[in-house]
């Protein structure tokens, strides 16, 4: 991949990368906030609890798309951003384009979705 694209993605990359440690943190306090709610009622408790799940769940989220995208920023300091990483053949750049933080290769990720394709580390 030319240099200057290369640093179009990592910029897009880390700039992701900042609003999602944002995002992060602030649902981290969110939920921290949530149990500090002195509920009273049971339906306070029980909207308590939902939220506190659903923030959860967020924050888990956007865990799991922060080590994506770090894994991208490792793989551009590595020299493998956009090779795919269970068979190392180019990513199409439209793919790459619309999920930079991608690992695999449409052929791949299809493979990935079906249980044909063992899930690599990193």
């Known amino acids: 991949m030319e240099k200057k694209k290369l640093e179009y993605f990592k910029k897009k990359l880390e ?8 995002n992060v943190s602030r649902t981290e306090q969110d939920g921290r906030a949530t149990d500090l709610d002195t509920a ?8 308590s609890s ?3 799940e659903f ?15 770090e894994g ?3 793989r551009i300091r590595e020299g493998t951003f956009g090779q795919c990483i269970s068979c190392a053949k180019d ?9 930079p933080w991608t690992r695999h290769c449409i ?16």
């Open 15 to 22: 700039e992701r990368q900042q609003q999602l440690r944002r």
């Open 40 to 47: 009273q009622d049971i339906a306070d408790r029980a909207a």
């Open 50 to 52: 939902y939220n506190k």
């Open 55 to 69: 923030l959860f769940h967020q924050s888990n989220s956007e865990r799991q798309l922060l080590q994506m995208v």
């Open 72 to 74: 991208a920023l490792s």
């Open 91 to 99: 990513i199409n750049p439209k793919r790459i384009e619309a999920v």
């Open 107 to 122: 052929e791949c990720q299809e493979k990935l979705e079906k249980g044909q394709l063992e899930e690599a580390a990193g």
